[in-house]
């Protein structure tokens, strides 16, 4: 998630664990350590642009790796600013519990987190969060300054339990959401699924993007799920898979190119598709700029005559009002206009 949040669970959980003396130490500490892991973002090339995909929730967002950072970041607060006056091991354990906090709150968003290096190069994405959400962030932030402010762990423990229910409704929603992708499925007589995922929209609960797969053909829609409310359905469209066959058919596999297209199918998560409105881009089909498109928010540009260069990264983004009016309508379950 966003850098806020992720200091700030991971200051909250350190909280948690102090006592109301060191209760302003362990915030500090955990913040600190709590961020830490996003250090992998400086990992990056000029001229390959899928490096720093490939290396962001990398290995230090492992859980093994966790610890380590912990402790480097402890050992730096002690060695910068407190040499002689504080204990190593009075904030090592503040240090460890706040970077462990990191890699497994970016395991519930659906971006995909390498979690279990060097056992294993699954990413994870539990799917029950938005990469940025107002409504998870702001109690937490607030509690956790109300801790510092009073030295109380207890507004630090009141917004862990607000935060873990938090959570739990998003599993409840990605249930919901892929219920009803399920039902959506076979009204429309789509009975062999071979892939299928239910993702939170931006910065909410409520609107879901939902993707299927039957046979080579991905199909897009979106769903508005407000508690104890009908389901609202916006109808999306389809397009087709970007298969192993049809890269081996473009590009070499020891072709420069050829590389680029695995290692953002390995990011995409296996969600890959030609861009109807660009045939040369490569889209992400898991995110878009509205939850009931195909345009992709991102993608790599495939050009044929130059399989020996790597990849041009591409965005697509809109930021008006209009756009954000439209998607506002999705969230509040009004119909919109396609």
């Not at 906090?101 to 659906?110: E, I, K, R, V």
């Not at 809109?318 to 119909?335: E, L």
């Amino acid at each position: 998630m966003d850098p806020l949040t992720q200091a700030t669970l991971g200051a909250a959980v350190a909280a948690v664990f102090s006592s109301r003396d060191c209760v302003r130490r362990a915030i500090i500490v955990g913040a600190l350590a709590g961020a830490a892991p996003d250090v992998d973002v400086f990992i990056r090339s000029e001229t390959d642009p899928m490096l720093a995909l490939e290396y962001h929730r990398h290995f230090t967002h492992a859980i093994l790796f966790a610890p380590v950072i912990g402790l480097i970041v402890a050992a730096l607060y002690k060695g910068l600013f407190f040499w002689k006056k504080i204990q190593f091991l009075k904030i090592a354990p503040f240090a460890v519990v706040g970077a462990l906090t990191h890699g497994l709150l970016d395991a519930c968003t659906s971006y995909g987190t390498l979690l279990y290096l060097p056992f294993s190069k699954h990413r994870e994405s539990w799917d029950i969060i938005s990469i940025i959400d107002p409504i998870f962030t702001i109690p937490l932030v607030v509690m956790t300054i109300c801790a510092f402010r009073f030295r109380k762990p207890l507004f630090a423990k009141s917004v862990i339990g607000f935060c873990l229910l938090y959570l739990c409704f998003g599993v409840y929603q990605r249930e919901r959401a892929q219920d009803f992708a399920e039902a959506l499925a076979l009204q429309r007589g789509h009975t062999e699924i071979s892939q299928l995922t239910a993702r939170p929209s931006f910065a909410n609960t409520i609107l879901w993007r939902i993707v299927y797969r039957v046979e080579d053909r991905y199909f897009v829609d979106a769903v508005q799920l407000q508690p104890f409310s009908t389901p609202v359905h916006y109808v999306g469209s389809s397009v087709d898979a970007f298969t192993v066959e049809d890269r081996q058919d473009l590009f070499d596999s020891e072709a420069l190119l050829g590389v680029d297209i695995e290692r953002f199918r390995f990011f995409s998560q296996g969600y890959l598709y030609r861009y109807p409105g660009d045939e040369q881009v490569l889209g992400d089909l898991r995110y878009a700029m509205f939850p009931d498109s195909i345009q992709p928010l991102w993608g790599i540009r495939v050009d044929s005559g130059q399989s020996d260069a790597h990849t041009e990264f591409v965005y697509y983004r809109d930021a008006s009002k209009s756009a954000f009016g439209r998607f506002w309508k999705m969230i509040q379950g009004k119909p919109v206009d396609y």
